[in-house]
């Protein structure tokens, strides 16, 4: 009886521990050249992103992310993109972390973020893989378990997309910033964008709808191309 009942705790801390790290967190901290940075964490419950960028001006310096999970105060994450490092990927990191409602801190290291929020909420919170377009009436359907992905990860409040190809250890490209769903308008504001710095700043807004566990989003890109896509949730 006694064994079951540790067992018991074991799991609903391990379920408290985990579902507490759900979420967006930041930290600024400073370049050595001197520069402000922002780096901004989101954690679904399967895949986390950690993106780098500088302050002032949205200039993504670095990101990286895959799958992570968590036993006790021990984290291990699963590289599926990086975009300075290409060998890393498939492999694992392990670290400990302090964690609590506020902040999340990596041990032995003077990395420590500040909560943006905790998932909520929550319309879109959770990792998406592109699964299909629509162009000029006709569905294109798109393979999730190829290697090669475009993955959007959402905490409450923030986003980030990423297209990189597993296979190949490539990463293509991302952007990611601030988002918000009200009336069926999907709203992103972009604070970093790796292909065009250009596109920092701007908003754009889609027509959202969920249906069948399906993210359906509609309206245009930063380019001003119309774009009607099916995103499923990974």
Request: no cysteine; aromatic share 10%.
């Amino acid at each position: 009886m006694k064994k079951i009942i540790l067992l018991t705790i074991i799991l609903i801390s391990f379920s408290a521990n985990a579902q507490n790290i759900i979420g967006s967190w930041e930290r600024i901290h400073t370049s050595n050249d001197g520069k402000e940075l922002k780096s901004i964490v989101i954690f679904t419950e399967s895949h986390q992103s950690i993106s780098i960028i500088e302050n002032k001006t949205g200039k993504l310096i670095h990101s990286n992310g895959g799958t992570w999970s968590l036993d006790g105060n021990t984290m291990t994450e699963v590289i599926e993109f990086d975009t300075d490092n290409p060998e890393r990927v498939g492999s694992s990191v392990v670290f400990d972390i302090e964690l609590n409602n506020n902040y999340l801190k990596i041990v032995g290291s003077d990395r420590k973020f500040s909560r943006n929020d905790d998932g909520g909420p929550g319309k879109l919170n959770g990792a998406w893989l592109m699964s299909s377009r629509i162009r000029n009436g006709v569905m294109q359907k798109r393979e999730t378990n190829r290697p090669r992905k475009t993955m959007k990860i959402l905490s409450g409040t923030r986003f980030q997309w990423i297209a990189y190809d597993t296979s190949k250890k490539t990463f293509i490209a991302t952007g990611g910033g601030t988002y918000t769903t009200k009336n069926g308008v999907y709203t992103e504001s972009i604070e970093f964008f790796s292909r065009d710095i250009s596109r920092i700043g701007m908003k754009l807004e889609f027509e959202y709808s969920l249906k069948d566990g399906n993210w359906n989003h509609k309206g245009f890109s930063s380019r001003g191309k119309a774009i009607n896509e099916i995103w499923t949730k990974r």
